[in-house]
């Protein structure tokens, strides 16, 4: 646990000096609200329809923001290396950065939320928790795997780039699940939701264990 | 060896599945001829699969044996498995005109199919944009064993998601003609064995293509 608590915390430090990576991923979020708004121009009844869907993208886009961000401070000054030389296995260091980068998506999906609420006339009820812990369960699935794929992305000579290519095609079973998921909370209709969230919990759960074992050979030289 | 033995033996089983799918195959009641397609789609999603099973089997492998060859299978796999989900996704797509009325439906199992070949290319550019022999091999095959992890989550994920595929005609228990199926089976068999001469031909051709490597590495270091 010390180990893990140890990464956590570097990366809260350098958060609260620089405030970057939430900053921008809130921004970057906050802005797929509005362009799809404009994409879309939905009315009444079809912001319902619609609104699960954007509320994903604007996720899932953010936290690769996040991703990329959480790996090139890493890549800058060598610090990576320091993480390496480090008396830490490297599981406890993927889990690290899993936890890091599950908080700070977290932190910036708490405040698109509200606004997400706001902005598509949707209720501050109960509702509203129920996609909370949806986000919650979502955001973890896909930390689980974007942490594991933006170190292999960033050894590529396209770094940034590369990862969404990486990750889209492997996350989608996290993006379908969670915008069907809240969809039916949104619609009342919560009788199918539990195949969802064993999904995500199943996915999650293989994801960490899979990658806290092949870790190793993606950081090693 | 194996691979002329192979290469024979897909050959003359091919010209026996074109007679079983063609000739030998009771005519649908419902499709009439467009029906005979599956003799070709349904071996290929089939097939599309085992390639993103064996891609992520020769991850495995490199990773505990460290041994380039199964790098060289992992890249054998792969390609096999864009060629796989583009044949089955073409096909499909030429069935689907006649019988549904449109060239592309966002059905469960075409999606898979779809995301499958994008997994396949994603796997093609990764390797591309690395540069290092030995990282290469390793990065890759911890993309391919993520990707493989991945085939059940999108399968039953997707299958939740939409349906109106027609089910399954292997496992979706007895209706289909004992003709069709025996005609079904032989086709599949001819496609695996193809498959298995084109992945032999590629490996051998990896072979070279690392050779090369070599050499040209050997000549700069020369200059």
Known sequence: ??????????????????????????????????????????????????????????????????????LSIELDNDCLQG???????????????????????????????????????????????????????????????????????????????MLPILLIPLTLPVILASVMATSAVLSGETEGISSWLYLLGGFSIVYLVASYLVFEFVVEE | MTSRVLGIASLVLMV????????????????????????????????????????????????????????????????????????????????????????????????????????FIAYFMLRAYLPDREKRAKLAAVFGVLGMIDVPFNYYSIEWWATQHPQPVLRGGGSIDPDMRLALYVSALALTVTCAYLLTRRLAIARVEEEVEYLEHLVHAHE
Request: some cysteine; aromatic content about 14%.
């Open chain 1, 83 to 161: 993480l390496l030389l480090a008396p830490l296995d490297r599981g406890s260091l993927y889990l690290g950065k899993v936890a890091s980068n599950f908080i700070f998506m977290m932190i910036a999906e708490v405040m698109i939320l509200p606004i997400f609420v706001l902005f598509y006339n949707l209720r501050f009820d109960l509702q509203f928790l129920q996609i909370a812990g949806l986000s919650f369960l979502g955001t973890f699935a896909f930390a689980a795997v974007g942490t594991i794929l933006s170190t292999i992305s960033a050894n590529t000579r396209m770094k940034e780039v």
């Open chain 1, 1 to 70: 646990m010390k180990p893990l608590s140890a990464i956590v915390f570097k990366d809260i430090v350098i958060e609260l000096r620089n405030k970057e990576t939430i900053s921008s991923m809130l921004m970057f979020g906050l802005l797929v609200l509005v362009v799809f708004n404009f994409a879309f121009q939905p009315t009444g009844a079809e912001r319902a329809l619609i609104a699960p869907g954007i509320l994903w993208v604007a996720f899932t886009f953010a936290g690769i923001l996040g991703l990329n961000r959480s």
């Open chain 2, 16 to 119: 026996f599945a074109l007679y079983m799918a063609l000739i030998y195959a009771p005519q649908e009641a419902q499709q009439g001829t467009p029906y005979r397609i599956i003799y070709f789609h349904v071996p290929m999603g089939i097939l599309s699969f085992v390639s993103a099973y064996l891609l992520g089997f020769a991850g495995i492998m490199f990773l505990i044996k460290r041994d380039l060859k199964w790098d060289r299978l992992a890249i054998g796999a792969a390609e096999l498995g864009v060629l796989c989900t583009a044949c089955s996704l073409i096909t499909g797509s030429i069935w689907a005109k006649p019988i549904w009325g449109v060239w592309w439906a966002w059905d469960a199992r075409i999606t898979l199919q779809l995301l499958l070949g994008l997994f």
